[in-house]
């Protein structure tokens, strides 16, 4: 099954900037989810975005799907220090099973 | 209240011994999952359980088996650990296992084998 590769491996902004984070794959997916991981605590579901759907938004977060280039990115506008953690995508394969792959993640440092 | 609690939240145990990691979700979920995180942060999906029933086994090592006493619990239990076992496993629920569907993660449980 495939993986996500996420783009940066680590990303340094400073308090206020946007950061993007791509995610890149191989095959069709059915849908792709974006995670957040704070340090040293379990993963919190962000977005998910469907094959067949083009952007979605949850606050400060907005989430782009391209599957003809078979890529994916997270934007954080005005970013805080809160922010600061490793971004993860999960995807599903079309025609595979339905377990969630992870991408090995985008550490994020917001400097205040 | 704690949707997916995970005990311990720490174990240190040396090579051979065998251990158990106990999961708990209070949402009402079906969907129950195991995952392990390597020291690279790698996530990698162990095994999964829908209504009891094992629905995802991944080339796991045999020492390793779950066991889901009812859908709101699954255990890990780990015989004869290696120093290889050293990882950070969480669990994991969603309202189903075909969806698709956000999955809940537990806080981890950091084991290290010496």
């Known amino acids: 099954s495939q993986q996500g590769e996420e783009d940066p491996q680590a990303l340094s902004i400073q308090e206020g900037e946007n950061a993007t984070m791509n995610c890149s794959y191989k095959?069709?997916?059915?849908?792709l989810q974006w995670y957040r991981q704070n340090s040293g605590r379990g993963l919190v579901h962000l977005i998910l975005i469907r094959s067949n759907e083009r952007e979605k938004h949850s606050g400060r977060l907005r989430v782009t799907l391209d599957t003809s280039k078979k890529s994916s990115s997270l934007l954080i506008t005005a970013s805080r220090a809160a922010d600061t953690a490793s971004y993860f995508c999960?995807?599903?394969?079309?025609?595979?099973?339905?377990?969630?792959?992870f991408g090995k993640g985008t550490k994020l440092t917001v400097n205040p | 209240d704690t949707a997916v609690s995970q005990t311990p939240k720490y174990l240190v145990t040396q090579m051979g011994n065998d251990k158990s990691i106990k999961c708990e979700q209070n949402l009402g979920h079906d969907t129950m999952y195991w995952y392990k995180q390597d020291s690279k942060k790698f996530l990698k999906i162990m095994f999964s359980y829908n209504n009891k029933e094992l629905i995802i086994n991944e080339t796991v090592p045999n020492r390793f088996s779950p066991k889901s006493p009812d859908k709101a619990h699954l255990n890990l239990h780990i015989n004869s650990l290696e120093l290889g076992d050293s990882a950070v496993y969480f669990c994991a629920s969603s309202l189903h296992s075909t969806g698709p569907y956000e999955q809940y993660f537990g806080p981890g449980t950091r084991l290290t084998v010496t």
């Open positions: 095959t069709s997916i059915n849908n």
């Open positions: 999960a995807l599903t394969s079309q025609g595979g099973s339905e377990k969630l792959v």
